[in-house]
């Protein structure tokens, strides 16, 4: 008996972080797994600089709905139809970096909620904009170099390593990441066309950043251009 509670709380815990033991059975499930209503609460003049941000937005870009639908739709050449599910996962691996632990039905469902609402179902846009490049995304899944990170935790430059209010507000460590301060967290999702895509299919989607970041990579890191203003750090992750 005590050990089913032991492992009832165990899993209670671990499915509440990053990463989860349990996978999420449906849309809103994976949403609560990286809900932030709290974190914008707290962190408020993050929080408005953050939702004036492309990833803010990153399943409400029409552009991108219309192109995964076009790919999603049309049979090209160069994708047989049963690559046609891997190059959905690819797209939402970025654009939706979520499904990492999704079961394929739910992977599956994601990606027709992205084409009903490329094609205006307002309430497949309500439930896709739970699942955005947010600040979960950012700073527990993606904390670390592969991902390889420890459940809940939160990684940040550093300045507040041990912050107490995680740990009251949730119960999660709050660890230092230099690796959030390099080029190479941004270029996880930021660079070239995406393994198992023929190169044709990036040319009008991805070659411009990638010929922006072969230049730029080695020389600063891209924080200090698109985070940092003042001398402080901005998440409106400004383009100019
Ligand atoms: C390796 C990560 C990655 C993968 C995989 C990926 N994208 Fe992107 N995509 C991005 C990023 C980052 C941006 C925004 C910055 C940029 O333009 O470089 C973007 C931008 C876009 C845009 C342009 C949006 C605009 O505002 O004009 C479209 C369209 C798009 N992606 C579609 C797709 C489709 C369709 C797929 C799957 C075939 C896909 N992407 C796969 C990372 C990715
Ligand atoms: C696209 C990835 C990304 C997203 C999304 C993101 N962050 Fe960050 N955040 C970073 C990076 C990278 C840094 C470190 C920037 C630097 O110091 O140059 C950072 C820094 C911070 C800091 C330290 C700020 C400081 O002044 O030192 C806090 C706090 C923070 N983020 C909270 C949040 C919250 C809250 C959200 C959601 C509203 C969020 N972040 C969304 C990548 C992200
Ligand atoms: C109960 C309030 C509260 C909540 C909820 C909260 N934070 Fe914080 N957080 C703070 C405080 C206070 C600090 C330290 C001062 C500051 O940077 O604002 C901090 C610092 C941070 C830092 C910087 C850590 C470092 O290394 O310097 C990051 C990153 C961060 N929070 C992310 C998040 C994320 C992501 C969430 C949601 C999962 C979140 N916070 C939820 C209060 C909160
Ligand atoms: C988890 C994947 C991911 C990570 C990590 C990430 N981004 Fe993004 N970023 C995206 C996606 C997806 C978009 C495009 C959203 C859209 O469809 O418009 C984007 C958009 C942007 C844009 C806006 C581009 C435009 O054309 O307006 C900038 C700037 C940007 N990211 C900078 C950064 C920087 C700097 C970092 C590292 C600190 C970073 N991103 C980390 C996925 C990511
Ligand atoms: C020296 C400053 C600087 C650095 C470093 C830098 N950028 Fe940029 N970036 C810019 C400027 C300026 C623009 C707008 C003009 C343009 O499109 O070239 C831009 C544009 C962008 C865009 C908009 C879409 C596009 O491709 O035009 C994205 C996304 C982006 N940068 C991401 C990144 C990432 C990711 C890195 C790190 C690998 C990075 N940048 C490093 C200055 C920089």
Not at 154 to 160: A, E, M, W
Not at 220 to 237: L, R, Y
């Amino acid at each position: 008996m005590r050990s089913f509670i032991v492992c009832t709380i165990t899993l209670f815990l671990f499915s509440y972080g990053y990463a989860f033991s349990s996978a999420p059975a449906t849309a809103g499930e994976l949403a609560a797994q990286f809900d932030i209503t709290r974190c914008l609460k707290c962190h408020e003049e993050i929080a408005k600089e953050y939702e004036t941000s492309a990833h803010a937005v990153s399943t409400g870009n029409s552009r991108f709905l219309r192109a995964f639908r076009e790919i999603s739709g049309k049979e090209p050449d160069t994708i047989s139809a049963g690559n046609k599910k891997k190059v959905q996962k690819a797209c939402l691996s970025c654009h939706v970096p979520q499904i990492d632990t999704a079961p394929d039905g739910l992977t599956n469902y994601i990606s027709l909620l992205i084409i009903k609402s490329s094609l205006n179902d307002t309430s497949a846009q309500k439930e896709l904009a739970e699942l955005t490049v947010n600040c979960r995304v950012c700073h527990m899944m993606q904390g670390m170099p592969q991902g390889k990170v420890q459940p809940m935790t939160i990684y940040g430059p550093g300045s507040n390593e041990d912050e107490e209010s995680h740990k009251e507000e949730y119960g999660f460590d709050t660890v230092t990441s230099d690796y959030l301060l390099s080029s190479d967290f941004c270029i996880v999702c930021h660079d070239r066309c995406p393994p198992d895509l023929p190169e044709s299919m990036c040319s009008s989607l991805h070659a411009r950043a990638e010929r922006h970041y072969n230049v730029l990579r080695y020389r600063q890191p891209c924080q200090k251009c698109h985070m940092q203003e003042k001398g402080s750090v901005t998440h409106s992750f400004p383009v100019k």
